[in-house]
């Protein structure tokens, strides 16, 4: 009989169990709507208050041709032209202390790639289009044909500069330079978060990001590595200011989805046959370019046994001699293919 009153007072219960229990789902919902409108609207808030136009220096020197309207830097008045093409999140001026070393004995120029810095944004922004934009501007300032340049490509600007050369050929291209960089895919990221961080976050969360110079030295450091200059308040917004126009927003957001620039194994071999010298170049140090990698690499261009500089990722900063040195061996080299 105990048994029998025990089995309907626990049946009794279970209703109340369960509506208890719905009650604190029901809250906790409540709790995380109303935390995602608080976190919305600050969002929005913070992007309001910080959307004022983006500071852009005076003077730039812009070259407008084949669609494109690229800033660009330049040194030195005569000898072979050099063309830099920085990597992800870089810009001209992340060349700043290699371009006048080689200015010192050819005609330099450096870029900003479309999407990134001062440069009109073009989506997409993948390797071939921005090869296109590469290209674009060696026509509009005369670099073609005999005065074609030695195409330099930093960390994701192998790829561009690679994609570059497969579609100018000699006419465009004296050389090719992979400069700490193999031109392979990495996303860096899961591909989800591309789609799954969206604004207002991502453009909240960028602006805090690029406010913050704490982080910007400590990104700079950890690539730069110890031989590098410390980063100055004036160095920190060099790096910033390009990054906070209005073209970055879009590039971010499309090699969050995409990964970074880079080249594919039918490319790969199509750069080997191009009828001209290539070389591999990367810091002693750069945790992101291993040994085994620049021999890898070295042997996917046709290009000959890979340079070593000191120095870590950022070696254009760390080692400018000995990157400008590398750069003039590659006028020795035979045309590959």
């Known amino acids: 009989m105990s048994d029998l009153v025990l089995l309907l007072a626990d049946d009794r219960a279970k209703p109340a169990r369960r509506r208890g229990l719905w009650r604190w789902v029901r809250w906790l919902l409540l709790i995380l ?24 220096p005076a003077g730039l020197l812009m070259a407008a041709g084949g669609g494109f309207d690229t800033r660009y830097l330049e040194w030195g008045t005569s000898g072979t032209p050099i063309v830099l093409v920085p990597g992800e999140f870089e810009t001209a001026d992340t060349f700043a202390v290699l371009g006048p070393v080689l200015g010192l004995h050819h005609r ?11 440069s009109a944004p073009s989506p997409p922004y993948d390797a ?3 090869a296109s934009q590469v290209l674009a501007f060696l026509s509009v300032e005369g670099l073609t044909g005999s005065n074609a340049p030695i195409l330099v490509g ?10 570059a050369a497969i579609e100018g050929g000699a006419r465009y291209v004296r050389g090719v330079v992979f400069l700490d960089g193999d031109a392979l895919p990495f996303r860096g990221v899961p591909e989800f978060a591309g789609y799954a961080v969206v604004n207002p976050y991502r453009t909240s969360l960028l602006r805090i990001a690029l406010s913050q110079s704490w982080l910007i030295r400590d990104l700079y450091n950890s690539q730069c590595g110890p031989t590098c200059p410390a980063l100055t308040a004036a160095g920190v917004q060099a790096w910033v200011e390009p990054l906070e126009q209005p073209g970055f927003y879009g590039e971010l957001e499309y090699t969050l989805q995409h990964g970074i620039a ?9 750069l080997r046959l191009v009828q001209v010298p290539k070389l591999v170049v990367y810091g002693v140090d750069d945790s992101q370019m291993s040994a085994l990698d620049a021999e890898q690499t070295a042997a996917r261009i046709g290009a000959p046994a890979p340079v070593t500089v000191p120095g870590e990722h950022l070696v254009m900063i760390s080692s400018p001699e000995q990157v400008a040195a590398a750069i003039d061996s590659l006028l020795a080299l035979p045309a590959a293919g």
């Not at 330099?108 to 001062?118: F, H, K, L, Q, S």
């Not at 880079?262 to 199509?270: C, E, K, L, Y």
């Open 154 to 163: 930093h960390s994701a600007g192998a790829a561009v500069a690679g994609m």
């Open 108 to 118: 330099v120029y450096a870029i900003d790639v479309t999407g990134t810095g001062y």
């Open 262 to 270: 880079s080249m594919n194994d039918a490319q790969f071999a199509a």
């Open 128 to 130: 071939a289009h921005e």
């Open 33 to 56: 709507v109303v935390s995602v409108v608080a976190l919305t609207a600050a969002s929005f808030g913070y992007n309001f208050v910080t959307n004022g136009p983006a500071p852009r």
